[in-house]
T-cell receptor, first 111, second 115 residues
């Protein structure tokens, strides 16, 4: 199972784009990259996932490098409500329930 | 309700007591999952139910932990003879289908404190 590496914390100014990096150098060809976030004292919230191609939804964009060894989650216009812990996860064999969760990145949006 | 509902939201118990945590998934979701989260850590998988199939119990840390899902809906996680190291937030999630790519919907969690 691929493990992921994320910086423990990041700051971003309100209104700017927040770019959260994730390394997953041992990811295998059939493993998806998922992103979730967890606002304080709440359950995790799904953001986005992808396999090879870049993905975009109403919350964020996911940029995956061509070699799939790393990815970046982009929040295009960060707000104070985006302050949370962001988890990057690689899923084994298309079975996402045993997602291996690391400690994530604590993103603090500053006014 | 519209989301995954868990109860109790907080539980304080004494070492050696048994506790039951309840999860009510989103209606129509066939897959249900239990996770544990210790302070400042990521989630630790515990158990997974998919429809009428035998559950995947591979994440349960000891035989003091068990879970059941009645009628393919509500689930109860039981911890017998609780220990202080069991203190954590227990999170339940559900999804339309298990074993496939998809979004997990999480509840707010049950915070367990064992004194």
């Amino acid at each position: 199972d691929a493990k992921t590496t994320q910086p423990p914390s990041m700051d971003c100014a309100e209104g700017r784009a927040a770019n959260l990096p994730c390394n997953h150098s041992t990811i295998s060809g059939n493993e998806y990259v998922y992103w979730y976030r967890q606002i304080h004292s709440q359950g995790p919230q799904y953001i986005i996932h992808g396999l090879k191609n870049n993905e975009t939804n109403e919350m964020a964009s996911l940029i995956i490098t061509e070699d799939r060894k790393s990815s970046t989650l982009i929040l295009p216009h960060a707000t104070l409500r985006d302050t949370a812990v962001y988890y990057c996860i690689a899923s084994p064999d298309r079975s996402n329930y045993q997602l291996i969760w690391g400690a994530g990145t604590k993103l603090i949006i500053k006014p | 309700g519209a989301g995954v509902s868990q109860s109790p939201s907080n539980k304080v118990t004494e070492k050696g007591k048994d506790v039951e945590l309840r999860c009510d998934p989103i209606s129509g979701h066939t897959a249900l999952y239990w996770y544990r989260q210790s302070l400042g850590q990521g989630l630790e998988f515990l158990i997974y139910f998919q429809g009428n199939s035998a559950p995947d119990k591979s994440g349960l840390p000891s035989d003091r932990f068990s879970a059941e899902r009645t009628g393919g809906s509500v689930s109860t996680l039981t911890i017998q003879r609780t220990q202080q190291e069991d203190s954590a937030v227990y999170l339940c999630a559900s999804s339309f289908s298990g074993g496939a790519v998809g979004e997990l919907f999480f509840g707010e969690g049950s915070r367990l404190t064992v004194l």
